[in-house]
C-alpha cells in the first residue's frame, strides 16, 4: 500500500508516552508495514528503516505494539486496512470488467483506457472550434457618477484652456436627457474623452484661463526716482571728515 488512513486523534492516545525516538521508530515501522504488506522481520530492521544506531528503541516500539509471530511481527490493525483496501480494490477491478464487457447487443464496449469517442452530442473544442464570445452590453451613464480623478487629469492635459468640472456637468446633462439605446454606451471613458476633445474653444470663459504672465510694474514716483539717483552719485566721506566728527561726538558726550 502507498497510502493509508492516519488518525491523528487515536494515534495521540496510545504513543503519547513514548520519547522522541520512540515515536520515530514506531511511524517508519507502520509506513515500513504498509507499504511491504507482510511481517517485519526482527532481523536487521533498524537499519532497513534507518535508525541502524537506535536499534533498541526501535526494538521497544516493536515489542509494544506488534505482535511476534512465527513469521514476523505483525500488526493486527494495519492487517485489516490492508485487507480491506484489497477487498475494495478487487471489487473494483470486478466492476470494471463488468461494465466493459460484451453487453446482450453483441457491441463490444471499449476498454476502460480507449480513448474516447466524439459524437453529435459531445463534439471535442479544436482550434476550428472557438466558443463565442459573449455579447457585451451597454449601459446609461449613472445619475450619481462623480467626476474622478482619471477624468480630470486627461481634460486638463488634452484642453488646459477647459474647466473639467463645467464640462463635465455638461457632459452629464446631456446624456441622461438622451432617451433609448442612445444614451447607452459601452464605455463612457472614451466617450468622455471625445467629448473632451470635441469642446469647442468659443465656449471658453475667460475666467476660466488661468493666467500665465504678470502685470507691468506700476510708475514709479518722481521725488523717489530722484533720491534713488543722488544716492548712486553720493560718494562716501573722507577719513578727516569721519575723525572730525568722531572728535565731536567725545566732546559731546
Known sequence: ???????????????????????????????FYFLHE?????????????????EEDVITVLNEFFISTANGFVNPRADKEIKQYK???EAGKRGAAKRWSTPPNG????????????????KPITINHKP?????????????????EEWIAFCKQERPDLNPEKVFAEFVDYWTAQP???GVKLAWTPTWRNWVRRQSASKVNKFDVVLTTTPPPP???????????DDKKAVPPSLEVLARLANLKRKVA
Open 38 to 54: 507482510n511481517p517485519i522481520k526482527h532481523r536487521d530492521i533498524a537499519r532497513q528503516i534507518g535508525m541502524r544506531d537506535h
Open 180 to 182: 433609448g439605446q442612445k
Open 107 to 122: 457491441e463490444a464496449n471499449s476498454p476502460p483506457n480507449a480513448t474516447p469517442i466524439a459524437t453529435n452530442n459531445h
Open 219 to 229: 510708475n514709479q514716483d518722481v521725488a523717489l526716482k530722484r533720491i534713488m539717483e
Open 87 to 89: 477487498e475494495f480494490s
Open 132 to 148: 463565442k464570445k459573449e455579447q457585451q452590453r451597454g449601459s446609461r451613464l449613472p445619475v450619481d457618477f462623480v467626476l474622478d
Open 1 to 31: 500500500m502507498h497510502y493509508y488512513q492516519f488518525h491523528i486523534g487515536d494515534y495521540k492516545s496510545h504513543t503519547h508516552h513514548l520519547s522522541l525516538l520512540e515515536d520515530l521508530a514506531y511511524r517508519r515501522l507502520l509506513d
